[in-house]
């Protein structure tokens, strides 16, 4: 393990210092992406594996990181997918409790980089008020010109085309086999897919595939699915306006459930429009009201974009949940057609469960078409 | 928004907790507080019983009606039916309110009358706090319980041990803090326990538990609202693992250890619990958890706001009390506005970006013969809140807040135990346990795993300690560089650990820091983790890179104003003294000024951050005061209201060039320094005991004292040894050298002549040249009890002479000491002389009391005349006052003020009154005439009596002669006499009264504690010689009469007193 003095320079100029951990054999010596921070005070493992945080840097705002050590079951994807972490204070023997691998194993392994001893508070304070800003972290006190430059020149690009799978994988449903309950099958767009999504429906006994993001609406077809999933994922919804008509044909056919950017998305192929976010939503601790009934909960949420609600009085979709922080839209339904979505995490990992209840709805949904 | 509000009720009732005891202390004046406002807010009239005077929660813009009334069902009916409010809160005042409500639902009195019972309904309170009924709902909601056996008879035990198996835990079912319970390894242990356990439990009944200890034990915080939206304000872990109570644990927000898997298991697992049990409000779920199997258990709920739900306000800023009231006037969560944000409503869960602990603060300081022992019975008085960006910061800021002598986890007398000592600390955990596992780790840095295995506490804390014990070395070995010193300041080191560990002196290193710009910064409790926009004014120090905020002044002439406070709850500095600071704070802002207070204590109405401009929770030492200030800049700081903890940094912060208000530090220093102050009596020609001080003993043998016994002695400085006594010859003033005394030159032992006289107490208002004592306050016991422990009575039966005498007195020492702001003095009063025995340059415990009861607002006063702003003759006309009176208006009503104990909680400490404090409360007892006033007094104190039955006296030769009238008096009641041998015989010489002789243990096989224990005593009058012989019979005696809820009297003062009220409810008769 290597520790160097770096810096975060965010592309207005800020700058923060810190020190940077990294793995022996870890070659690189500068990281670009967005910066951006999450409330949450436990789950960085699921986090830093979440592909929604494809090419970002990703600071935490809880201080102490590290405790309670990795877990491979704790991991929401095959590998990090963040480009950095960021933290105020990093523990070094994590996991010593329970036999773990340690904080710094699991991104040594990965090959991220840690950066600690940054004032994440003021960092935070900056991304909340200036917005979300790309930045660059380098192995030096005092770097140069070049490196901010290169910061401003640097945009992401091609976010759910690095995160999706290549090919389908089927995948068999979990418990009792001779249970009477209906087995469907379940087609999972992967856009970032977290895994917990998957297993969600699988841990309820169903078949799920996933899919590559550019399925083409045939081979869903010939798949002889019950129902579709459009998931979670990196970047910017419009990114993948060119395939819009195809989700939308296939949401129109079957019962469809979509999560963040598979909401973003489906709302798009039925019309509406989409924002960024000033510094995103990103956290656990997220209050969502059910319109119809009032009922409140709290959920997980990562997300840099948002449904404008305005835009969606001229579609099908109906908004159903919304944000008890700034209105946004939160969830949304069809008018006619077995279709929702949400903006959050039903399927949590990290953050609360109160909202798992959404993939027996989308089930039941499936059931009864 | 409050068109929400239910508009039906009209006016609300709020159930107050009583007198601050262990386990139930002034967190119950905060959340009762917050209730009373949000009815304010709401619209709604509202009616508060609480027989404390010293809180918030009583003063007059609180409520639209204060009852300051013993809290009984009977009195409580009485107002009830008077006030006829609409809907009734019980779960404000802690366990003391619920059981209240619980008491008159289950005699139909609610139904009765209509009054609605809002938030959980008392079938609801039932189920969450019946043992029986709660491991039933858990079992069949598929809530994990450890297994257990109610046991409402002793016959019962015996098979329930055979079916858990040991160690178990016993658990009475409704006490206060878990009184009565413990943890027994044995079968004999199981049966004593469960034994008292009965007795203490309001429906005799316990529960026999298998043993968890040793788990990680977590708690949750839920708010509730009665659509079921439910949310976990704050996951707080325990550092000591289950089997100390929560309350003696040191707790640290959020939940460390656990992965996020667990953490959301757990908060899952408590809203369904929380949802389960249809509790509406706020509700703390505790919860065991086993890190290795994964399995977690139920241990309890508390239905109601609690000291938890206090300490999670503080700890994240979500204002849970506040928020709790609201979803019991009907809204629900999403309709309640976030008061953080003013934004975003109440539906969120905090996210913390510091780390948050808790520390108990334990009264064996006081108590040193008490049993240190820790375990599911509760024993701190109370508890400080330390925040920080790492771990180990925290945890040495919590430890410096406690004010114990420590500011680092390093403690002289556990660095001299052995390891076995030093593990025993940890095993049986004692109030050391931390001290001792850091020394552990410094003899032997790898004994970690060991403590680990041993101890079950989480590595994680270790590795934080055994990083506090690298850095020592490093600071041992390398002295220091400016790399190293900004990594320990950042890890929470304080300069004066610092300069031990490198040899330096303290000014060098604070000067050194200072050099290198190495000096905290300010950061905000905001509970969002900076996400949102916050107004809350809520901060703490952290030597991290950048302040949150700018304190530029916009308006050059508004004064700014610091108010110190007066930390953790503690015997002799209590909640009387946060009254005061809560009032300075009030006041500067009424007068525009910029108010900030700083203080550490989370349970506290100062703490709250809507009573000040800015809230700074640090440490109340000179160091991070110091820091504060220097950073707040502020016109001035007022130090005279929190008690002694800011009075004592008053010369400090003015060296620092920082300007005290009101009396300076030099006249503070002055009136606390004895040779000064005897000096400046001697002036004014004003008497006082005749005193002297010893740097040595005393060789009896060749030099004579110049003093007349009896004595009062105590050591200027206390090292575990005993402290202040009375001793009457010199015999046990030899006896008293031999104990663990100690004394030198620089803390010499001081001896006064002790005068038995009537003590008078009063606190003066002064400006330097003008005074006006509000009123005087009349001791019922003589001198010789602690003026905490005494029993007050306003107005005073004083001649007026004597009144006029006190007057003059107050206002020759009040001019010479320059006093402005309060001065308290103690005089006694004995042959129709007055005697100075103390004063005390600032607010006293007193206070609200007084302010209460003569209706003048002492502590406003004040702080007017520390910031000059008015002198007292301003003062007097304002409230229609001439210059030429000095006392306010003599009221109608007769008022006592009364000591509430908490010795139940506190094996093996004795509970005979003496010069040294040992109560943790007080309540007020008002009534038309004197025995009216003691009998609300001592029912408000929680004291029954019968009004005939047995006394028994077992009275020390030297007390004998005075109990001769008390005796016929009791006798002429009607009442029988009882005395062992020695009393007996002396009653029966000198009146002829026939007295039924008890024998000592040891006299007969049916003795003295057959005699109480099968309840043939009514009443115990004990005066002893003292001493602290936890042997002897008289300690027996009374630890017996607080198992037995006996009326015990260590004073015959106070059972003289008590007799008054016999007399007054019934008829003596005599023989002629």
């Known amino acids: 393990m290597k520790v160097v003095d770096g810096t975060l320079i965010l592309d207005n100029g800020k700058t923060f210092q810190g020190k940077i951990w990294k793995g022996d054999h870890f070659t690189q010596k500068e990281w670009m992406g967005e910066v951006v921070f999450n409330t949450s005070m436990v789950g960085y493992q699921e986090m830093l594996t979440d592909p929604s945080y494809n090419q970002q840097i990703l600071c935490l705002t809880f201080p102490v990181i590290g405790v309670y050590g990795t877990n491979k079951n ?70 140069q010109s070049s490196a901010k430059t290169k910061i401003l020149e640097w945009a992401p690009r091609d976010h759910v085309q690095e995160v999706s799978v290549s090919r389908m994988i089927r995948m068999h449903g979990n418990g009792n086999k001779n249970s009477r309950d209906p087995k469907y099958r379940i087609a999972v767009y992967d856009f970032g897919v977290k895994s917990h999504i998957m297993e969600s429906l699988k841990e309820r006994g169903h078949e799920v595939i996933q899919v590559p993001y550019n399925t083409s609406k045939e081979d869903i077809l010939d798949l002889e699915i019950d129902g579709l999933v459009l998931s979670n994922g990196p970047g910017d919804p419009t990114d993948l306006k060119e395939h819009l008509p195809t989700y939308k044909f296939l949401a129109e056919k079957f019962p469809t459930l979509g999560i963040c950017l598979g909401h973003q998305i489906l709302c798009l192929a039925f019309g509406a429009k989409t924002y960024k976010l000033s510094f995103g939503h990103r956290g656990g601790n997220h209050p969502v009201r059910q319109i119809d009934n009032g009922r409140v909960f709290l959920t997980s949420q990562n997300h840099g974009y948002a449904v404008d609600r305005k835009s969606l009085d001229v579609t099908d979709l109906i908004v159903t949940y919304e944000s008890l922080n700034d209105f946004t839209v939160e969830g949304v339904k069809h008018k006619f057609l077995p279709i929702m979505s949400v903006q959050y995490h039903p399927e949590h990992n990290p953050g609360p469960r109160d909202s798992e209840f959404h993939f027996d709805q989308f089930l039941q949904m499936v059931g009864k078409k | 928004m409050n068109a929400l509000v239910n508009r039906k009720w009209k006016k609300i009732l709020v159930i107050g907790p009583g007198p601050i005891v262990i386990a139930q202390a002034a967190e119950f004046d905060y959340s009762a507080s917050q209730c009373l406002q949000i009815l304010k807010e709401a619209g709604i009239k509202s009616v508060i019983i609480n027989s404390n005077p010293a809180t918030i929660m009583t003063d007059s813009v609180m409520a639209d009606t204060i009852y300051m009334e013993p809290l009984t069902t009977s009195f409580l009916k009485k107002i009830v039916l008077k006030e006829r409010p609409d809907a009734v809160l019980c779960s404000f005042g802690g366990q003391t309110a619920l059981n209240l409500g619980k008491k008159l639902w289950d005699e139909g009195f609610w139904q009765k009358y209509q009054i609605e019972i809002l938030g959980s309904s008392i079938e609801t309170i039932k189920a969450a706090e019946d043992r029986m009924l709660f491991r039933d709902e858990m079992q069949r909601r598929g809530h994990p319980v450890p297994h257990s056996r109610i046991i409402t008879h002793m016959s019962q035990v015996d098979s329930a041990i055979q079916e858990l198996g040991l160690p178990l835990i016993i658990r009475p079912a409704y006490t206060l803090g878990g009184s009565g319970g413990g943890l027994a390894s044995t079968v004999e242990e199981v049966k004593s326990i469960m034994e008292r356990g009965l007795r203490l439990s309001a429906v005799n009944q316990c529960l026999l538990e298998q043993s ?80 290795k199997t994964k399995q977690s258990y139920v241990i309890e709920v508390n239905p109601r706001v609690s000291r938890s739900s206090a300490l999670a306000s503080k700890a994240t800023g979500y204002p849970i009390a506040k928020v709790a009231a609201w979803v019991c006037l009907g809204k629900t969560l999403d309709e309640i506005i976030n008061p953080i944000t003013q934004k975003t409503c109440a539906a969120f869960e905090p996210s913390l970006d510091y780390v948050v602990m808790k520390f108990p603060r334990f009264p064996f300081d006081k108590f040193i013969e008490a049993e240190k022992k820790l375990g599911p019975q509760m024993k701190a008085t109370g508890e400080v809140m330390s925040l920080e960006r790492n771990f180990l910061a925290s945890f040495l800021k919590g430890i410096r807040s406690l004010e114990q002598g420590f500011d680092h986890l390093w403690c002289a007398a556990i660095e001299a135990e052995t390891d076995d000592g030093l593990w025993d600390h940890i095993l049986r955990p004692t109030d050391m346990r931390w001290f001792a596992v850091a020394e552990l780790l410094r003899r032997d840095q790898k004994s970690l795993e060991l403590i680990a295995v041993k101890s079950m506490i989480a590595p994680y804390f270790l590795r934080e300690l055994q990083r506090m014990v690298q850095l020592e070395v490093d600071l041992k070995s390398n002295g220091i560089n400016k790399e190293l010193l900004l990594e320990v300041k950042k890890r929470g080191f304080a300069d004066s650990a610092i300069a031990r560990f490198t040899n330096e002196a303290k000014e060098k290193i604070s000067q050194k820091r200072i050099d290198w710009n190495i000096r905290p910064v300010i950061k905000t409790v905001d509970s969002c983790a900076a996400e949102f926009p916050a107004v809350t004014p809520y901060y703490y120090l952290s030597y991290d890179k950048e302040s949150d905020v700018n304190l530029e002044r916009v308006n050059k002439n508004r004064k700014r104003v610091v108010v110190l406070g007066s930390g953790p709850i503690r015997i002799g500095q209590g909640i009387e003294f946060d009254y005061s600071s809560v009032h300075a704070l009030n006041t500067c802002r009424a007068l525009g000024h910029e108010t900030i207070m700083i203080n550490n204590n989370p349970e506290t109405c100062s703490t709250d951050f809507s009573f000040s401009d800015r809230l700074y929770f640090v440490p109340l030492d000179e160091e991070d005061v110091l820091e504060v200030l220097r950073l707040e800049k502020p016109d001035g700081v007022i130090v005279q209201l929190g008690g002694q903890t800011p009075l004592n940094l008053a010369s400090k912060l003015e060296r620092a060039g920082f300007h005290i208000y009101g009396t300076t530090a030099e006249s503070i220093e002055n009136s606390e320094n004895r040779k000064f102050f005897e000096v400046v009596l001697t002036e004014l020609s004003i008497r006082r005991p005749k005193a002297m001080a010893l740097d040595r003993r005393i060789n009896f043998a060749t030099e004579a004292m110049d003093l007349s016994y009896p004595l009062m002695v105590r050591p200027s400085f206390v090292l575990g040894g005993r402290s202040m006594a009375i001793v009457y010859d010199q015999q046990e003033l030899e006896e008293y050298f031999n104990s663990k005394v100690y004394f030198s030159k620089e803390a010499p032992l001081l001896l006064d002549e002790y005068i038995k006289g009537k003590e008078i107490e009063v606190d003066v208002l002064s400006d330097g040249k003008d005074i006006f004592i509000p009123g005087i306050l009349e001791h019922i016991e003589r001198a010789g009890v602690h003026s905490g422990d005494s029993m007050g009575m306003y107005p005073p039966k004083l001649p007026s002479t004597v009144q006029q005498e006190i007057i003059h007195i107050a206002l020759k020492l009040c001019k010479k000491l320059n006093i402005r702001g309060l001065l308290n003095i103690q005089f006694t009063w004995k042959k129709n002389q007055l005697y100075i025995l103390e004063v005390n340059p600032r607010a006293s415990r007193t206070v609200p009391f007084m302010a209460k009861m003569t209706k003048i607002p002492i502590a406003e006063w004040a702080t007017k005349l520390m910031l000059g702003e008015m002198s007292v003759s301003d003062l007097k006309r304002s409230h229609g006052l001439s210059a030429s009176e000095f006392l306010a208006p003599t009221p109608e009503w007769v008022s006592l003020k009364l000591p509430v104990f908490s010795f139940e909680k506190l094996s093996m400490v004795d509970s005979a009154l003496g010069p040294e404090m040992k109560s943790t409360g007080e309540v007020v007892g008002r009534g038309v005439n004197f025995p009216q006033a003691m009998a609300k007094g001592l029912m408000a104190a929680g004291v029954k009596w019968s009004y005939i039955g047995s006394v028994l006296f077992t009275i020390a030769d030297r007390f004998k002669p005075e109990i001769i009238p008390l005796v016929k008096r009791f006798h002429a009641l009607g009442h029988d006499l009882m005395a062992t041998a020695g009393t007996a015989a002396f009653i029966e010489k000198e009146t002829g009264i026939k007295v039924t002789v008890v024998p000592k243990v040891g006299e007969a096989d049916y003795h003295l504690e057959h005699y109480l224990r099968d309840a043939r005593i009514d009443v115990v009058i004990n005066a002893l010689a003292g001493g602290r012989n936890a042997n002897s019979d008289g300690h027996l005696l009374r630890k017996l009469s607080i198992e037995m809820k006996l009326p015990c009297f260590t004073s015959l003062d106070t059972a003289e007193a008590f007799l008054e009220v016999l007399e007054h409810q019934h008829f003596s008769i005599f023989e002629s």
């Open chain 1, 74 to 143: 704790w991991s929401e994807s095959i590998k990090a997918h963040a480009r950095a972490l960021i933290v105020h204070d990093l523990y070094f023997n994590g996991g010593e409790e329970y036999q773990r691998p340690s904080l710094l194993d699991f991104a040594s392994k990965q090959q991220i980089p840690v950066m600690s001893d940054i004032d994440t508070r003021a960092l935070v304070l900056e991304l909340r008020k200036s917005g979300t800003r790309k930045g660059i972290i380098v192995e030096t006190l005092a770097p």
């Open chain 2, 212 to 291: 968890i200890a040793g788990l990680k034990e977590i708690e949750f915080e839920v708010i509730c609202d009665h659509k079921g939206n439910a949310l976990a304000v704050c996951g707080l872990e325990n550092l000591d693992p289950v089997g100390v109570h929560t309350g003696d644990s040191v707790v640290v927000a959020p939940i460390m250890t656990l992965s996020d898997y667990e953490v959301q298991s757990l908060r899952s697992m408590s809203l369904q619990i929380v949802r389960d049990l249809k509790i509406v409000g706020a509700c703390n779920v505790q919860l065991a958890h086993n890190s």
